[in-house]
């Protein structure tokens, strides 16, 4: 069983009991569900393109970085010129939950991303009554109809939605016009291996209506440079910022570095 199908099976039986302790009902009286979502995709668009990310751990990599609390994080992320930030909210296998997204929401003024494997319409719901502004769909993990149906749920909660996709089969079923941003993930699911050859293959493939988003294996400026010319707006770096000790002050010698 791969590791993906691992977690979305895993996932399925922790919504059904999330549904039971929070039905939708009590999800829609929260006060962060009536807000209005800043627009993730202008800020990569505009921004430094820098999606820098809340993880603690990962099942590749185990322990990344479990001492440092959420809001230091975050307020270091902003203060840098990030133009969005990634929060894990999987417990089991990333050590995130929806309380690091509700912590960050109190945080920051700039979008945040509920990085999750959805697989419920309940999820996105639930995103937003936690203060996200956009949502991850994995288009590994999900059919085309379904695809289509979450990200017009999540555009009509006032979200928007990174999908993200691994090669071309995923790219064609992916096209819908609710999506924003596409991100290409650099990592082999099969061999887990990492190539930037990934995204510089799809990037002709991806119309430029979408913001164009890497994913996986950026941890230098150099990566970045390389991709800038395939038309990638964004960059969503994992690991990089949260495996120092001030995650913060790394992404702001990294931005600086690379304006």
């Known amino acids: 069983m791969t590791i993906l199908k691992k977690i979305t099976e895993y996932k399925k039986l922790e919504v059904a009991a999330r549904m039971q302790a929070f039905p939708l009902s009590v999800l829609k009286q929260s006060t962060l569900f009536a807000r209005d979502c800043f627009s993730m995709a202008k800020s990569v668009a505009e921004g430094s393109g820098i999606i820098a990310e809340h993880k603690r751990r990962s099942p590749s990599k185990s322990v990344i970085n479990?001492?440092?609390?959420?809001?230091?994080?975050?307020?270091?992320?902003?203060?840098?010129?990030?133009?969005?930030?990634?929060?894990?909210?999987?417990?089991k296998f990333f050590g995130?939950?929806?309380?690091?997204?509700?912590?960050?929401?109190?945080?920051?003024?700039?979008?945040?991303?509920?990085?999750?494997?959805?697989?419920?319409?309940?999820?996105?719901?639930?995103?937003?009554a936690y203060g996200a502004d956009a949502i991850l769909l994995i288009a590994a993990c999900l059919e085309a109809g379904e695809?289509?149906?979450?990200?017009?749920?999540a555009k009509e909660l006032g979200m928007d939605v990174l999908?993200?996709?691994?090669?071309?089969?995923?790219?064609?079923?992916?096209?819908?016009?609710?999506?924003?941003?596409?991100?290409?993930?650099?990592?082999?699911?099969?061999?887990?291996?990492v190539s930037l050859d990934a995204s510089k293959a799809l990037s002709k493939l991806i119309p430029d209506s979408y913001v164009k988003v890497s994913e996986s294996g950026i941890s230098t400026i150099e990566a970045i440079q390389e991709l800038k010319p395939y038309g990638y707006k964004g960059?969503?770096?994992g690991e990089r910022?949260?495996?120092?000790?001030?995650?913060?002050?790394?992404?702001?010698?990294?931005?600086?570095?690379?304006?």
């Open 66 to 91: 479990e001492n440092i609390l959420v809001p230091e994080v975050v307020k270091g992320y902003e203060k840098a010129g990030v133009s969005a930030i990634s929060v894990l909210t999987d417990t």
């Open 96 to 128: 995130g939950s929806l309380d690091d997204l509700l912590v960050a929401r109190a945080c920051v003024n700039i979008p945040l991303l509920r990085k999750e494997f959805i697989i419920d319409p309940y999820q996105i719901y639930e995103a937003k």
């Open 147 to 153: 695809l289509q149906e979450y990200s017009a749920l």
């Open 163 to 193: 999908l993200e996709i691994h090669n071309e089969e995923e790219l064609k079923k992916s096209l819908h016009p609710t999506v924003d941003l596409l991100g290409v993930n650099n990592r082999n699911l099969k061999t887990f291996e």
């Open 235 to 237: 960059f969503l770096i």
């Open 241 to 259: 910022f949260m495996k120092t000790e001030d995650p913060g002050k790394s992404a702001m010698e990294f931005i600086k570095a690379l304006q």
